[in-house]
């Protein structure tokens, strides 16, 4: 069942459109602050067997990024939470592409990941316009020379039919979206949602 779509604050995103805020208090995330950290919250019996198994595993696949190669997209699963954890894991750990087309009246969540970087990745605001999804976020210096990598199940609610856009855009500690070039982040991406379950 869909639940409706749940927002922390609306913001004015233009003199014409009204956005819905994604509340960070609402993301699952790993190694994200001012979210549900994936290792502490999904469920009662969080630190289970089978969560541990798949936020390690979802950790492995982000350890690095071959030489060479390209930020593979950011992506969207059918489901919050728990559900969401299985089939971000089915896509990041290679069981898998991710799908192009989800079933409309079904709670969705997107997929936003780093790989290894020299900096954290704090999430700075997600929202919902629509059939349009903006995930803003922000690299904060390390103060040592470790690597970390991130992951979010950010919960985007439900949509009737049609294409939906998901931008990622870094942003700089005022907000100012800045050309990222080519981090290590999962890039912007859109899906289609059509018939239902």
């Known amino acids: 069942m869909c639940r409706p779509f749940i927002a922390a604050v609306a913001v004015l995103v233009s003199s014409t459109a009204l956005a819905e805020e994604i509340a960070l208090k609402s993301i699952y995330a790993r190694n994200i602050p001012g979210t549900i950290a994936l290792d502490e919250g999904i469920r009662e019996d969080s630190r289970s067997t089978e969560q541990g198994i798949l936020v390690g595993e979802i950790n492995q696949s982000l350890r690095y990024l071959p030489d060479g190669k390209k930020p593979r997209s950011a992506f969207a699963v059918v489901g919050t939470g728990d559900k969401a954890l299985k089939e971000a ?98 890039k912007s991406f859109s899906f289609e949602v059509r018939g239902g379950k």
Request: glycine share 8%.
């Open 89 to 186: 894991h089915a896509v990041l750990f290679g069981k898998g592409p991710p799908k192009q087309t989800l079933p409309a009246d079904s709670n969705l969540s997107v997929v936003f990941f780093s790989y290894e970087v020299g900096s954290y990745v704090h999430l700075v605001k997600a929202f919902r316009n629509k059939n349009d999804i903006s995930v803003q976020y922000l690299f904060v210096p390390h103060e040592t020379k470790e690597m970390t990598h991130h992951f979010a199940l950010i919960p985007i609610g439900c949509f009737k039919t049609g294409k939906v856009t998901v931008s990622i855009q870094q942003v700089d500690d005022k907000g100012k979206v800045v050309d990222a070039g080519m981090p290590p982040i999962s």
